[in-house]
């Protein structure tokens, strides 16, 4: 079977698709020979069909990376895995238009966006690629006639399942740290968006890595993704995605041998407009927050806070904003929001929506369909959304707001934590003390204040409460993926 095929985007025109497994250095078929269909979101049809991973597919995968571990990759130095990491920078720059692409055509986003997620995954690679060589263990003064170290060592063969929000960028936030501290990686790409990763797995191929370091099983979370949870030899399993998969694969760790977790799952984030915010800048940030991925963001600003003061001017100003944003062709070179991924997450938030309607909520604008081909949702905002609601509760995960009048700051902060989640959040006004004593109360993993969603890799970002486990991005991240050995000697 050929393992590439020839696709087509406007802006690369034709290009070569890996469509294989990669294990061991190999691009393979899969043991049961098994492919499944890949969907252009703005135009339901079907773009091609990749190979399809399966348990013994990850056992293959797992077998490789343990060789690799044990051998080759633990004998490789620092410096050249920092060099193989750097080059691999390199090559995904170099082909940052081809990159985008595929991620426009496969996700749905802007090509404008996947320009800039692509940008970040140069940037997160190239940010891992210089801690390789920095990692440093400590010494420990206690005793003359006694020498102590403890240094950081890598965890062993880590499993990363990633989502298809953010599929390029997500790929590189687990392959990063990860392989910068010395483990190997058995990678599983969402099965709505397996594209980007097999092109950016050529490069990996062209780097040098050697054979095992990195695997890549496209596959499905039932299969696939289960069996890296469960998996016996797998030593660490770091996942984003559902809460609800997220507890699944805490369970199987726990029951199968005991791997490390971290997870980063979703999110219903609170973002807060006092009366002495900025209320042109205030609207721009409050319409990215929400709207920025069509609202495919765990950090997605889905609950909006605006202070009685400004409340009716807000909101008009909003509604417009909302209308404006260009929703289309995500090739275009004005789309701002382009279809949500699939015809399930389609389903999920229409249905979110009919459930606001039923609750009693206003739609203020949106809250239909785009068009009539395409999985394209309206930008949408609710008011007269009472806490209880089903969309004031769960993460809707599209382009979907609610929005609620408050009087003070504390009553804004205890609206704001009125959630299981607390992945982010964000404060609009000048006041330097509204903002950090504001920021200092909200149980999030990270709190913007004047702006929103700018995500940096060398800042930590992950979830408070039943957000996750862990964080991703900065020197944190390192601590995912390293467990520390204390040598404790006897001198003579
Ligand atoms: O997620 P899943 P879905 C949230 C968001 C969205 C909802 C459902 O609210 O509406 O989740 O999305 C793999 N064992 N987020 O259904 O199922 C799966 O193959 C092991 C938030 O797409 O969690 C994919 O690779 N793996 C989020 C990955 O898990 C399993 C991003 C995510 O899929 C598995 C995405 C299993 N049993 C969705 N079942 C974020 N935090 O950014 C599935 N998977």
Redesign the pocket.
């Known amino acids: 079977m050929a393992l590439t095929v020839e696709l087509h985007t406007p802006i690369t025109g034709t290009y070569t698709q890996p469509i294989g497994l990669f294990i061991n250095g190999k691009w393979v078929e899969g043991v049961d020979k098994k492919k499944f269909e890949v969907i252009n979101p703005s135009t339901e049809e079907v773009i091609t069909s990749v190979c399809e991973g399966n348990e013994k597919d990850v056992d293959a995968a797992v077998e490789a990376a343990r060789h690799a571990f044990e051998g080759e990759w633990r004998k490789t130095s620092a410096n050249k895995r920092s060099r193989l990491l750097l080059k691999l920078a390199d090559l995904l720059e170099e082909n940052l238009d081809l990159l985008a692409a595929v991620e426009s055509l496969d996700n749905g986003k802007s090509i404008n966006m996947a320009r800039g997620d692509v940008g970040s995954v140069v940037n997160c690679i190239r940010y891992y690629g210089g801690w390789a060589d920095k990692i440093e263990g400590k010494t420990h003064d206690i005793d003359p006639d006694m020498f102590h170290y403890s240094i950081p060592e890598p965890i062993g063969v880590c499993g990363q399942?990633?989502?298809?929000?953010f599929p390029l960028l997500m790929w590189a936030w687990k392959i990063g740290p990860a392989l910068a501290t010395g483990n190997t990686v058995v990678m599983?790409?969402?099965?709505?968006t397996p594209l980007s990763a097999l092109v950016a797995t050529q490069f990996i191929e062209k780097a040098g890595f050697p054979a095992g370091v990195y695997n890549l099983v496209s596959g499905?979370?039932?299969t696939a993704?289960?069996a890296?949870?469960a998996h016996m030899d797998i030593d660490k399993v770091a996942?984003?995605?559902?809460t609800?998969?997220g507890r699944?694969?805490m369970k199987a760790a726990a029951s199968s041998n005991l791997k490390k977790v971290t997870l980063?799952?979703?999110g219903k984030s609170p973002n807060i407009v006092f009366d002495d915010a900025d209320i042109e800048d205030a609207i721009h940030w409050v319409n990215f927050g929400i709207y920025y991925n069509h609202g495919q963001?765990?950090c997605a600003g889905s609950r909006i806070f605006v202070q009685e003061g400004i409340y009716d001017k807000f909101i008009d100003a909003f509604k417009k904003r909302a209308q404006e944003n260009k929703v289309g062709d995500p090739f275009a070179d004005d789309t701002f929001q382009g279809p949500q991924v699939s015809q399930l997450?389609y389903d999920?938030i229409m249905g979110y929506i009919q459930a606001g309607k039923d609750e009693g909520a206003t739609i203020e604008t949106g809250g239909e369909r785009h068009g009539d081909k395409g999985y394209f949702i309206q930008p949408t905002i609710f008011s007269n959304v009472t806490p209880k609601m089903k969309i004031a509760q769960e993460?809707i995960?599209g382009p979907v707001c609610t929005i609620a009048k408050f009087k003070t700051a504390e009553d804004a902060i205890e609206a704001a934590h009125d959630t299981t989640y607390g992945l982010a959040a964000a404060i609009h006004t000048k006041d330097l003390n509204t903002a950090i004593r504001v920021s200092n109360s909200l149980k999030a993993g990270t709190v913007w204040v004047n702006s929103y969603n700018l995500i940096h890799h060398q800042i930590p970002f992950g979830g408070y409460k039943q957000s996750g486990i862990g964080r991703e991005l900065g020197e944190a991240a390192l601590a995912n993926y390293t467990q520390n050995k204390a040598v404790h000697i006897k001198l003579a």
């Open positions: 399942i990633i989502p298809w929000n599983k790409t969402a099965e709505q499905y979370g039932k993704g289960a890296i949870a996942f984003t995605g559902s609800a998969v699944q694969i980063e799952l979703g963001c765990c997450q999920r993460e995960f």
